[in-house]
């Protein structure tokens, strides 16, 4: 006999009756309309069957199997699970100066599951965490894999590493003033080698390298180089060998430019990319992930939250030109990824990059694509993620309009699975 679950997305009356689909069973989507993002087009009417945590079967005439669950998902725009390339989970800010002083490491632990369950609750089904202390990403993802928390599917790095007095460390305070604690800091090509293999030996996927100044930090530049080519060389180098690949923090054209040379598979931020960084980025298909969201952010509400007018200085500094370098890279057809810096802002809103991005260039479907085909690509799991196709994990999401038309409803996301199972409805 077939079980039928029923979605109503003008009433939401499911949300009384919580359905619950483990991924042992074998269920099958009624998708009204789905968000081909490998084609770049719209499909109507298509059955999607699931099984083992994965799709069998993509079609608009696919016989269901008897003893199949069914969701009705008729009235619903249905996409694959979202990737977000560039997320801070652990953690997001209150008040600066008491999150520095008076919170330890334990405090980011014990809330970092909340985050993480928002974060796919918003329909981030895989998310690559950039940096962490203490390694919490770490047995985050840990815990994840488990099944003894709810969260999206993590790659993490673990502790970033960067140079003394650096975005990476903590500067502006009195040299008698000291942190314990796990620290990403190495100075020179051997200890930088020694930091790679210490995240790798407690469990990073990739590593985090800071190879400019930032934003949210007290060193004097916004984006001015902070390690030599040489040195950027030896990290991946060193990461590559060990079968990890490096996202590199990069804000000035410089540093940038040195991290594509060295051989990163992608560049954060990208803030102030020039014409040559990103003829470098089309010819070594560097990636680049720019969280052109959270200027938005941070200027409206950094101040009230204590943060030192130095740094909301150097935001706004950065956010207009991130912008409009971002618009340029689209126009230079690069290969661009999905990436928040979620954690800067509130995790759980993830979504509201959508909108920038088209503001600034892309088109609905580019976008899209950003967030699956090519994060996926970037991760180095395209054959598992990315689009809705026969073989690969049955990460689903819906919205309740059509995105192509207004890439805002990505913000309001009705329903998420991840490997077959329902973890909002």
């Not at 801070?88 to 008076?102: K, M, S, V, W």
């Not at 203490?134 to 003894?148: Q, T």
């Not at 985090?208 to 004097?220: F, M, Q, R, Y």
């Amino acid at each position: 006999m077939r079980r039928i679950i029923f979605f109503s997305l003008s009433l939401l009356t499911s949300l009384l009756t919580v359905a619950v689909v483990t991924a042992a069973e074998d269920v099958a989507i009624r998708a009204g309309v789905l968000v081909d993002v490998e084609a770049g087009e719209l499909r109507e009417g298509v059955t999607l069957l699931i099984s083992d945590g994965r799709f069998r079967a993509v079609s608009d005439d696919a016989p269901i199997p008897a003893g199949t669950t069914i969701i009705d998902l008729t009235d619903a725009y249905v996409l694959p699970g979202l990737i977000d390339a560039h997320t801070h989970i652990t953690g997001q800010p209150g008040n600066f100066y008491e999150d520095l002083f008076r919170k330890s490491p334990i405090d980011r632990a014990v809330t970092a599951h909340v985050y993480a369950r928002r974060t796919l609750e918003a329909g981030f089904t895989t998310c690559r965490n950039v940096g962490a202390g203490e390694f919490i990403d770490v047995a985050l993802r840990n815990a994840i894999n488990r099944g003894d928390v709810v969260g999206p599917r993590l790659l993490v790095s673990g502790l970033g590493i960067g140079a003394t007095g650096g975005h990476a460390d903590i500067s502006g305070f009195s040299p008698y003033l000291s942190f314990a604690g796990f620290s990403g800091i190495a100075d020179g090509v051997d200890e930088i080698r020694k930091k790679v293999r210490f995240n790798i030996k407690h469990g990073a996927d990739l590593i985090k390298v800071i190879a400019t100044a930032g934003v949210l930090s007290e060193e004097d530049s916004v984006g001015a180089p902070q390690y030599s080519l040489e040195e950027l060389k030896a990290l991946v180098e060193e990461a590559h060998m060990w079968g990890r690949k490096v996202a590199a923090h990069a804000h000035g054209a410089e540093g940038i430019r040195r991290a594509i040379e060295a051989g990163v598979d992608s560049v954060e931020h990208a803030s102030f990319i020039d014409a040559e960084g990103i003829e470098m980025e089309k010819a070594r298909g560097t990636y680049l992930v720019m969280d052109v969201y959270n200027d938005d952010y941070i200027l409206t509400e950094f101040a009230r939250l204590g943060f030192p007018e130095k740094m909301i200085e150097k935001e706004r500094l950065v956010g207009r030109t991130q912008r409009e370098n971002f618009r340029m890279a689209v126009e230079a057809r690069v290969k661009i990824a999905y990436g928040t810096d979620s954690g800067v802002y509130p995790h759980g809103w993830n979504g509201k990059q959508f909108a920038k991005m088209v503001e600034w260039g892309q088109t609905p479907m580019e976008a899209l694509q950003s967030a699956t085909l090519v994060a996926a690509e970037l991760l180095g799991m395209e054959d598992d993620i990315g689009s809705v196709t026969a073989g690969k994990l049955a990460d689903l999401i819906a919205v309740p309009r059509n995105p192509l038309e207004d890439i805002s409803v990505m913000e309001d996301v009705i329903f998420v699975m991840k490997e077959g199972v329902v973890y909002k409805e």
